[in-house]
């Protein structure tokens, strides 16, 4: 009886969680586009309810009854399961991601755990599949037989290959810290200010920098460069199957932000007159508007460039930073 | 590049590229622009824009202070209209105050063909016709284009005394011809 309720109450999490991440980009594209609004000193959507506020469901309704368009010569079944396969990974990441200890359910006095699973591999396990989402834009963007696109992928694929490393590594460090690869436990050796940005500080600019080209997002946003691939992996595709992209791209952004707070901001730790879920949201945002001011402040790296930072500064620095720490621990 | 010039970059640049000072300069310059007053108007719904006097948009006829019409039908402006848009039929109005009798009888202008010279304004001996400051001319039909006298005689929304060149708060009138967008020159502000 009692594993029934245990089995239950894991099920009920799990579709929160995605319900949530379902929901993630109608705030998310709200945000980014007052965000760059303001930063342009205009004011962003304004007509569509107060404060533009119902902008992002005109937008929802518009993606969901356009036309799915599938160019001619396209690879039909790759072109249809692409969008799937970007858009799977990033979901499966939240199975061990924690977003707090536990609470206590009122009424039935029963313990909730604020994680679906606590993997002992955890860091490993959201690195490993987060990297498998790339396969689903180097597909779309081969299925489309189309030059932008497949330009789009293949340097999606080269730029994976370079900062997933760096990302990985940077990483290394915060687990030699903790002493273990349960992402639980990492927050948990943060707690009382023992944040690791302090003790990490190289190791989080490498992981900011890597993690914001393995989000695809300006100044890395190779894959979808605008100015030189038209849309880059996603130019042929409408409709939702191009809202999925989106979707996957909004919720990898929230990924590197969720593993950046809890790698080096201590996660949900704070001062307790707010309870820990909030303190976790409010670092989330912090990070997300982070990377949104980013986007609207620099330019977009050239190919070559960007290959140059990965292999030849974040690659060298992040093992040195792992033999420092690795030094000083001893 | 040789090996002079690669010695050449000072301890300073390398200090400024390794704390990235400049992307924090630029961050800072972002942010800052964040929280500054946006300059986008809220046309039509909240604001409008109300035009310097000396713009020229549609067109008005004047009166006197006694109230009577100055335009004296002369038909000068239809002669000096290059697209031929205006019509002047003139007629005797039989006050006896001699060439003030002439008054037009019908004054009409195509806006489709008018292209807002201002020859017409220019012509005019008697300063009755002036190009004034409405400018949302959208309508439904054809037969709104067609502005006769006794529309243009009408009161000014915008009086010529008023300076213009603001912003001010406005509101969007829909009726069966099109959309009008009605300035409250009570409240003004200029954005820069």
């Keep these: 009886m009692v594993n029934v309720l245990e089995v239950l109450l894991i099920c ?25 609004g303001h930063i342009q000193v205009r004011l962003g959507p304004f007509r569509t309810g107060p404060h533009g506020l119902l902008q992002p469901f005109a937008d929802m309704l518009k993606l969901m009854f356009k036309e799915d ?36 359910i009122p009424f039935i006095n029963k313990e909730l755990t ?39 992928g293949l340097r999606s694929s080269a730029q994976m290959i370079s900062y997933e490393l760096a990302l990985s590594f940077a990483a290394v460090g915060v687990v030699m810290m903790a002493n273990s690869l349960s992402l639980l436990d990492i927050v948990k050796g943060q707690y009382g200010w023992h944040w690791n940005i302090i003790y990490q500080p190289v190791g989080f600019f490498i992981f900011l920098i890597a993690g914001v080209a393995e989000i695809n997002r300006i100044p890395f946003d190779m894959p979808e460069d605008e100015g030189t691939l038209g849309a880059g992996y996603h130019a042929e595709y409408s409709a939702m199957r191009f809202a999925f992209f989106m979707l996957t791209e909004y919720v990898a952004m929230v990924t590197i932000s969720t593993l950046g707070v809890i790698l080096f901001f201590g996660g949900w730790d704070g001062p307790s007159f707010l309870p820990g879920i909030v303190w976790f949201v409010l670092k989330v945002v912090a990070f997300i508007y982070l990377f949104m001011w980013v986007r609207f402040t620099f330019p977009r790296y050239r190919f070559d460039q960007l290959m140059t930072i990965g292999w030849k500064i974040l690659l060298p620095l992040s093992l040195l930073n792992i033999l420092v720490t690795g030094l000083v621990i001893i | 590049m040789n090996k002079n010039e690669k010695c050449n970059i000072s301890i300073r640049d390398l200090l400024k590229k390794v704390f990235f ?9 972002t942010f800052g622009y964040t929280f500054t007053k ?18 020229r948009g549609l067109h008005t006829l004047n009166r006197n202070k006694e109230g009577r019409e100055l335009c004296v039908g002369c038909e000068l402006c239809a002669k000096s209209c290059p697209t031929q848009c205006i019509t002047v039929v003139p007629m005797e109005d039989k006050t006896g105050k001699g060439i003030a009798d002439r008054v037009a009888a019908r004054w009409e202008i195509n806006l489709l063909r008018c292209m807002f010279c201002g020859l017409c304004e220019d012509a005019c001996p008697t300063e009755a016709l002036r190009l004034g400051r409405q ?10 284009q067609l502005r006769s006298k006794e529309e243009l005689l009408g009161p000014q929304p915008v009086p010529f005394d008023f300076e213009g060149g603001v912003i001010t708060r406005a509101r969007l009138e829909r009726d069966e011809d099109g959309v009008v967008v009605k300035a409250d020159l009570s409240s003004q502000k200029r954005w820069w």
């Design chain 1, 12 to 36: 009920v999490k799990v579709v929160i969680v995605s319900l949530i991440l379902f929901m993630l980009p109608l705030p998310l594209t709200y945000m980014e586009r007052k965000v760059a």
């Design chain 1, 69 to 104: 368009v599938i160019p001619a010569k396209a690879d039909r079944f790759l072109f249809k399961i692409a969008p799937i396969i970007a858009m799977v990974p990033v979901f499966a990441v939240y199975a061990t991601v924690p977003f707090g200890e536990s609470v206590t």
């Design chain 1, 114 to 152: 604020l994680y679906i699973s606590d993997m002992n591999v955890g860091i490993l396990y959201v690195l490993a599949i987060a990297g498998l989402s790339v396969y689903g834009i180097i597909l779309g963007g081969w299925a489309s037989n189309s030059k932008y696109p497949m330009l789009g």
């Design chain 2, 21 to 29: 000072v400049d992307l924090i300069q630029g961050l800072a310059v």
């Design chain 2, 38 to 55: 946006t300059i986008t108007m809220r046309y039509p719904d909240e604001e409008t824009w109300v035009p310097y006097s000396r713009f």
């Design chain 2, 135 to 144: 400018y949302e001319l959208a309508g439904k039909t054809m037969q709104r």
